[in-house]
């Protein structure tokens, strides 16, 4: 049965359940200013769904700049309503959502790339991931990051429902299937609203779960010089605190999230 939200408490939901985008800009910004000593100004947001983070990138700097590029009007149109109206007239003209594949948008070169939320994860075939990545490598200046995010860990490709329980509603992650041949999946967000009714499979995806090393491995066959790992420190409970820094190894929690950057 099709969801009875509203398109605004759609992405209203989704956004305040899986969303950080002040966060993420002030991390790409300050790992690109650690690799090469100074702050980028261009960012190409892959996958952008409402471009949260590209008009958050545009209120950095009045130097700074951002295209959102995704396939889907529906996300656009809600971006623009969301977040794009909120922004000054300047700012606005710096950011530029493009309804466009990632294989094959066109932009002019940029210092920062990124694809959230594992929206990467779309690509099923080897071919078709260095395909994607070559073309994030071509279309980033010379001194350029690539930044993705990955989730794994045992619980992760077991059939389970996580549950996070928020201000005025709880955010449910489902995996529905996880094929350990070709490692294809489904996963869905469901909600539970203010008043307590549920609203199921209002976001599925239909993804191969990629491996950290493949992803890493891919990466450098793309041409990326090397690629960081960051992992997310504990709280006194033993939950991520937010903290991300570079590592090359750790304990294997359960389910676990964390950043890679590729450098030019
Ligand atoms: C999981 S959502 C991610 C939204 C946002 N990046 C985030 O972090 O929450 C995936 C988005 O990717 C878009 N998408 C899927 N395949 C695409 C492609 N080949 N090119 C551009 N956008 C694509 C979908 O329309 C959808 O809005």
């Known amino acids: 049965m099709k969801s009875q939200l509203t398109l605004e408490e759609k992405y209203d939901f989704y956004e305040r359940?899986?969303?950080?985008?002040?966060?993420?800009?002030?991390?790409?910004?300050?790992?690109?200013?650690?690799?090469?000593?100074?702050?980028?100004?261009?960012?190409?947001?892959?996958?952008?769904?409402?471009?949260?983070?590209?008009?958050?990138?545009?209120?950095?700097?009045?130097?700074?700049?951002?295209?959102?590029?995704?396939?889907?009007?529906?996300?656009?149109?809600?971006?623009?309503?969301?977040?794009?109206?909120?922004?000054?007239?300047?700012?606005q003209k710096r950011m530029q959502y493009l309804q466009k594949n990632v294989l094959t948008v066109k932009t002019g070169p940029v210092e920062v790339i990124c694809a959230f939320n594992f929206s990467y994860f779309i690509f099923k075939s080897r071919k078709q991931m260095l395909q994607y990545f070559k073309a994030v490598r071509k279309s980033l200046k010379k001194q350029g990051v690539f930044?993705?995010?990955?989730?794994?860990?045992?619980?992760?490709?077991?059939?389970?429902?996580?549950?996070?329980?928020?201000?005025?509603?709880?955010?449910?992650?489902?995996?529905?299937?996880?094929?350990?041949?070709?490692?294809?999946?489904?996963?869905?967000?469901?909600?539970?609203?203010?008043?307590?009714?549920?609203?199921?499979?209002?976001?599925?995806?239909?993804?191969?779960?990629?491996?950290?090393?493949?992803?890493?491995?891919?990466?450098?066959?793309?041409?990326?010089s090397k690629t960081v790992v960051y992992w997310e420190g504990d709280d006194d409970e033993g939950n991520g605190n937010g903290v991300f820094t570079p590592a090359e190894d750790a304990e294997n929690c359960d389910a676990w999230v964390s950043y890679i950057a590729a450098l030019t």
């Not at 609203?193 to 990466?219: A, C, Q």
């Open 147 to 224: 930044f993705l995010d990955i989730f794994a860990g045992p619980e992760s490709q077991r059939l389970v429902t996580d549950v996070k329980k928020l201000k005025n509603l709880t955010y449910y992650w489902e995996c529905q299937h996880f094929n350990p041949f070709t490692h294809e999946c489904t996963f869905a967000i469901h909600f539970k609203d203010s008043k307590g009714k549920k609203h199921n499979n209002v976001f599925t995806y239909n993804w191969r779960f990629w491996t950290m090393p493949e992803i890493r491995d891919i990466l450098i066959e793309a041409g990326f």
């Open 17 to 91: 359940s899986v969303q950080n985008a002040e966060g993420e800009v002030s991390f790409m910004h300050d790992e690109f200013k650690r690799f090469y000593g100074h702050s980028p100004f261009t960012l190409r947001e892959d996958f952008c769904g409402t471009g949260a983070i590209s008009c958050a990138w545009v209120q950095q700097d009045k130097s700074c700049e951002a295209y959102g590029v995704d396939l889907d009007p529906e996300p656009i149109r809600m971006g623009l309503q969301r977040h794009y109206s909120k922004l000054s007239k300047t700012e």
